[in-house]
Structure formats: C-alpha cells, structure tokens
C-alpha cells in the first residue's frame, strides 16, 4: 500500500505544479523545458519523483473517500473496499492497451479507449490484457 505522505515539495514547486496541472500539454510542455532550464536536470528529475508521490497520494485518498462514501451510504465495509478504483499503474496498463487497437467503433467507457475510467484500473485493464 502507497503512503500518502511519499513525497515532499518545496512551497515553490508546489505553487509552480499548481499551475501547470491546470494547462494542456503544450503549455505544460514549455513550462517545464522553462523549468529544467532555470533549474537543471536533477531538480526537473526530483520534482518527477515527488510528483508521482503526490498523484499516488491524491490515488489513494480518492479510493478511501469512495470507501468511505460507500460505507456511509449503507454498503458493508467489506464490500466498499472490493471497489475497482484507478490507479496510476492501471493508467500505465491502460496505455499499453490503447495503444493495441483502433478506438474506432469502442463504446465510451472502453478499457481499450485511451483515459477512460476503465482503462486506468488496475483489475480491468489486468482482465482486458488477458
């Protein structure tokens, strides 16, 4: 299980990160190439790192919220953490399998069809790739 405090960001990177999540790739694209030419390879390479930390904390207090909203809603505990939640490594699953086909003529919830909730679990991108 990930821990939720695997990461550490300076105030300046994080406000520097707050920004860029909000942009389209382009943008984000040049302010990050602005990024590593300010500061340097190791510092893009460690801010990399304490990214994905971070996303893997926002991954997993995402899943316990939904347990929790489950649970409250009347589902027993044992059933809410059964839930097929996506998850960073689903994601990365979930690329492989885009890439394998056309999404032409895939529903809109396809585990096929690249961003897709089903294409980002881990259990269903697992399934889908067997």
Not at 52 to 63: H, L, P, W, Y
Not at 65 to 90: R, S, Y
Not at 92 to 109: F, H, I, K, R, Y
Request: aromatic residues 4%; contains cysteine.
């Amino acid at each position: 299980m990930v821990n939720n405090c695997d990461y550490q960001l300076s105030d300046a990177d994080a406000s520097e990160l707050k920004g860029i999540v909000l942009l389209p790739a382009d943008i984000r694209r040049q302010l990050l190439v602005n990024y590593v030419s300010d500061r340097g390879q190791a510092a893009l390479l460690n801010l990399f790192v304490q990214f994905i930390g971070a996303a893997n904390s926002v991954v997993k207090n995402c899943r316990e919220m939904a347990e929790l909203l489950l649970v409250c809603e009347g589902t027993h505990p044992h059933d809410a953490e059964k839930i097929n939640m996506p998850t960073l490594f689903g994601a990365m699953q979930g690329v492989v399998l885009a890439n394998s086909c056309d999404p032409t003529g895939l529903c809109e919830g396809c585990a096929y069809r690249l961003g897709t909730p089903a294409n980002q679990c881990e259990a269903t991108t697992c399934d889908a790739s067997t």
